[in-house]
Nanobody, 119 residues
Framework: QVQLMESGGGSVQTGGSLRLSCAASGFTYSTYCMGWFRQAPGKEREGVAR???????TYADSVKGRFTISRDIAKNTLHLQMNNLKPEDTAMYYC?????????????WGQGTQVTVSS
């Protein structure tokens, strides 16, 4: 049974930091591209950051230089370090897994963790 379980969300003020984590189980983690997506109320879902099995990362322009994605293959975990948070980062953040290649339509999704940034 595939499971992606996010943790680490919360409420911070502008300029603060949060570290999101995602624990993966039930699939061959190393063969999947892992990513973080977010969706704010009334807005479309957007890809925030992705990391493939070779450790190559990509970021949305809006988070470059502030967010860092990382993965631990041995522990089947994914992380998103978010620094210098802004109110526009407020959203539900989802961990997602795409088989072999990074995709805008991942195979698996977590339940999400809320991030709220106040000004």
């Amino acid at each position: 049974q595939v499971q992606l379980m996010e943790s680490g969300g919360g409420s911070v003020q502008t300029g603060g930091s949060l570290r999101l984590s995602c624990a993966a189980s039930g699939f061959t983690y190393s063969t999947y591209c892992m990513g973080w997506f977010r969706q704010a109320p009334g807005k479309e879902r957007e890809g925030v950051a992705r990391i493939n099995g070779n450790g190559i990362t990509t970021y949305a322009d809006s988070v470059k230089g502030r967010f860092t994605i990382s993965r631990d293959i041995a522990k089947n975990t994914l992380h998103l370090q978010m620094n210098n948070l802004k109110p526009e980062d407020t959203a539900m953040y989802y961990c997602a897994a795409s088989y072999e290649y990074c995709s805008d339509s991942p195979n698996y999704w977590g339940q999400g963790t809320q991030v709220t940034v106040s000004s």
